[in-house]
């Protein structure tokens, strides 16, 4: 039997054979030819993840002064049994990312079914008529430990194996773009040398035009704009190279607006993005020790937060919510310490502050367990056998994106200490980090607690009355839209009793706050220490 991709809808696509690799490739090569003879170019997207499919359909609605299409964007996917699916989804215009932006849906299915400018392949071959080829293939930090960010190590075999694909096949004069986020290094000291060899293998004398510009993407409500009309960064190995990508960027990118930046070296720009995200991680790990500062000092951190905002040179300061996930604070920072011993080749520890931050933000959400078991403690109920709920799954609000959320760890953690878990979220269908812990159980956190078999068959729930029946324990986990105006009474009456409440994110009002113990309920609250004044007033106005 041949194997088969299953698309999140369930979809079930049996994957390409030997035959099907011909008559695609010759698919393809007519529409290559076809769009060349109309004069547009050629752009092949390797990768068709949250970046790719977004950016190879920002790519493929691009047009020339005149309005018209002047570029075929061709996303090519491997076709893996986790990853294949993405190919006939996007050939019949239908998005292969989940999004909440508006923009993302039309856009593809308008380049797809109008304009044919976007198509997908899994053939690599592809790459012998691209003017362009954007690398946007994953590129992953492996934790060995939790909160030991020091001990990790990148996993860069899929990005090596995909500089080594493209090398083979790619024409001398075609622009490589490096958009993943890389060590520092990589582009200049392991993709040149490792092409160029391919390339004097080819009898190819000069060396392949390679650039670096990362993505700063942001999965949500503006996830197109965030491509498209934002700053970028680029830099080439050589003259040529830097041309050339800045070139493209001002053709796909709105750089009238959005000004592009160019540094002299790859290896400024690889930095630039890893300190980008080191200074986000840090600034959100300097706040976990304020919250539990203000957890135990009668401190409303979320007013402290407001008031430092009033202030325009701390606009920025950020309470972390139960921990900081996403695919790139928790790893990027990473990519700089590994490449520092591995691709640099310094022995010294020059980084303190940025490891540092990454393990406190890894780490945070077991303070949240704790917080939740001492809540249901205050109500009686041991941990143990308690019903928790768990709303919000994603690592931000609105979004349904899972990857490195604290709600996972929260949830090992409570599981560990033997509660039941329940979990809600709008956004997401399939919690993929719980589903596929046995199948891939060197990149699972299940590793670092015990207790967690069960847990891989924790389903989301959409219902939340449903959800909420018969809970002890609720958590407010992430700040989506449906959480932040939730009616106290309602939730004890859906529950059929008083609960404990944790807020790990900020969410409750003081008014919310008094209802809940009003209504019987225990209330506690990350970085909330004013809870406990709120509670004495209560029990103050009853006796
Ligand atoms: N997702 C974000 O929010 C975000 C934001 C900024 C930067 N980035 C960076 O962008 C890069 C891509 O991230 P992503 O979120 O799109 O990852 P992803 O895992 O969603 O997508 C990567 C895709 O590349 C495919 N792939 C792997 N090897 C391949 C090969 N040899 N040929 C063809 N396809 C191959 C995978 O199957 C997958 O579909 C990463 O470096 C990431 O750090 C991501």
Request: hydrophobic content about 40%.
């Amino acid at each position: 039997m041949r194997p088969t991709s299953v698309s999140p809808d369930g979809t079930v696509y049996s994957l390409p054979n030997e035959a099907d690799y011909h008559s695609e490739l010759a698919r393809m090569e007519a529409l290559a030819n076809e769009a060349r003879a109309k004069g547009l170019e050629v752009v092949v997207v390797m990768g068709v993840g949250f970046v790719g499919a977004v950016m190879a359909a920002v790519i493929a609605d691009t047009t020339d002064p005149q309005g018209r299409p002047s570029k075929l964007a061709i996303g090519m996917q491997r076709p893996s049994v986790r990853s294949y699916w993405k190919i006939p989804l996007l050939n019949g215009g239908v998005s292969p990312v989940k999004a909440e932006d508006p923009e993302v849906e039309p856009m593809i299915r308008r380049c797809v079914l109008e304009k044919k400018t976007l198509v997908a392949t899994y053939v690599y071959d592809v790459l012998k008529f691209a003017d362009v080829v954007v690398v946007d293939v994953q590129l992953d930090y492996a934790k060995n430990n939790l909160g030991n960010v020091r001990t990790g190590h990148v996993e860069m075999s899929a990005l090596e194996e995909s500089f080594d694909i493209i090398a083979h096949r790619i024409r001398s004069d075609c622009l490589v773009l490096i958009e993943t986020t890389v060590a520092p290094g990589t582009t200049e000291q392991i993709a040149l040398p490792a092409m160029r060899k391919i390339f004097r293998q080819r009898g190819i004398t000069s060396d392949p035009l390679l650039a670096h510009s990362y993505e700063r993407v942001m999965p949500g409500r503006e996830y197109v704009a965030s491509i498209r009309d934002f700053w970028r960064v680029c830099s080439g190995v050589n003259e040529e190279a830097k041309d050339r990508v800045a070139k493209f960027l001002n053709e796909v990118i709105n750089t009238k607006k959005f000004p592009l930046t160019v540094l002299d070296r790859p290896i400024e720009s690889e930095t630039a993005k890893v300190v980008e995200n080191s200074y986000r991680a840090t600034i959100l790990a300097f706040l976990d020790e304020w919250s539990l500062f203000a957890e135990r000092n009668g401190v409303d951190i979320v007013k402290v937060i407001k008031a430092i905002k009033m202030r325009p040179t701390h606009s920025n300061i950020i309470f972390p919510g139960p921990g900081i996930g996403g695919y790139c604070l928790p790893k990027d920072g990473g990519l700089g310490i590994w490449a520092n011993k591995h691709i640099l080749g310094f022995e010294d520890d020059t980084f303190r502050i940025t490891p540092l931050a990454i393990d406190i933000n890894d780490t945070r959400s077991l303070h949240a367990a704790q917080v939740v078991r001492d809540a249901l403690r205050n109500m009686n109920v041991p941990i143990a056998s308690a019903e928790v709920l768990i709303l919000g799954a994603s690592y931000r609000e609105d979004v349904g994106d899972t990857r490195y959320s604290g709600s996972e760890v929260l949830i090992r953690r409570l599981s560990e200490m033997g509660a039941e878990i329940r979990v809600h979220d709008p956004y997401v269908d399939k919690w993929w980090e719980f589903e596929n812990q046995d199948e891939y159980p060197s990149a699972s956190k299940a590793v670092f607690f015990r207790n967690q078999k069960k847990l891989k068959d924790l389903k989301v729930q959409k219902d939340l009355p449903a959800a909420l029946s018969g809970i002890d324990a609720l958590v407010l986990a992430v700040r989506h839209e449906p959480y932040l105006d939730l009616d106290p009474d309602a939730i004890v009456a859906s529950a059929g009793h008083p609960v404990a409440v944790v807020d790990c994110f900020g969410i409750l009002s003081d008014a919310r706050i008094r209802r809940y113990f009003e209504l019987g309920c225990e209330v506690k609250g990350l970085g909330r220490g004013h809870i406990q004044r709120i509670k004495d007033q209560v029990r103050k106005a009853r006796t």
